[in-house]
């Protein structure tokens, strides 16, 4: 089956705090979902819960998409349209987007005002576990926010031999994204504790010669 779709092929969207970017599969994806011919009211409502429930809970392997009301509708159509929301759920959460530019971008894919209200709706109850699934996903490493440490004596190690060593313990509080910051701890001997200064001097000589190239 052929649907006649706007002729968008990229949508950028600039609100007052973010700015949302969607590829060409999602805004035909929002259009399609846009289209009373396509979606009632009803199943407009049950296929962004489902979306939601699927994007949030992957274990359920795609079964919400399985519900009564959308069985009578185009396979390829409803996963389409699944796979729309889920991308704007994501750009949604991955920029931060206040409800106002959620509803720019919907509307610019046709959708009314009564859709709007209930996807952003569901977007807004279900902001947290977006972040939070969002968090769990970051490719980027943890950065140190702060760095704390204490020098120690150890007098015998495990097996009760007199060692008579001191040792350093570091912690790092490090943070990702909008998980909450953690620490990290570790101990090491006055020989490593040089070892590592010296490569952190040696990174830190490297970027200030990159930043005057």
């Not at 699927?54 to 996963?79: F, I, M, R, W, Y």
Request: some cysteine; aromatic content about 6%.
């Amino acid at each position: 089956r052929v649907y006649q779709l706007s002729p968008i092929t990229w949508l950028r969207v600039e609100g007052q705090s973010c700015t949302m970017e969607l590829p060409e599969y999602a805004l035909k994806g929002l259009q399609l979902l846009a289209d009373p011919s396509h979606f009632s009211d009803k199943t407009f409502h049950i296929l962004v819960e489902a979306a939601f429930e699927s994007l949030l809970n992957p274990q359920t392997d795609g079964a919400t998409l399985d519900h009564a009301e959308l069985g009578n509708l185009d396979l390829t159509l409803v996963k389409q349209c699944n796979v729309a929301i889920a991308t704007c759920v994501l750009e949604a959460g991955k920029q931060n987007a206040d409800a106002s530019t959620i509803s720019t971008v919907l509307e610019d894919c046709r959708l009314g005002g009564e859709r709007i209200d209930l996807f952003c709706a569901t977007y807004q109850k279900n902001k947290d576990k977006v972040e939070s699934l969002l968090g769990g996903l970051a490719r980027y490493p943890s950065h140190i926010i702060d760095a704390s440490w204490r020098l120690e004596y150890h007098i015998r190690n495990n097996h009760l031999h007199k060692v008579n060593q001191p040792a350093y313990l570091l912690t790092l509080n490090v943070e990702n994204g909008s998980r909450p910051a953690q620490d990290v701890t570790f101990s090491c001997t006055m020989e490593q504790l040089q070892d590592l200064l010296g490569k952190l001097k040696d990174a830190a000589k490297s970027m200030e010669k990159a930043s005057q190239m």
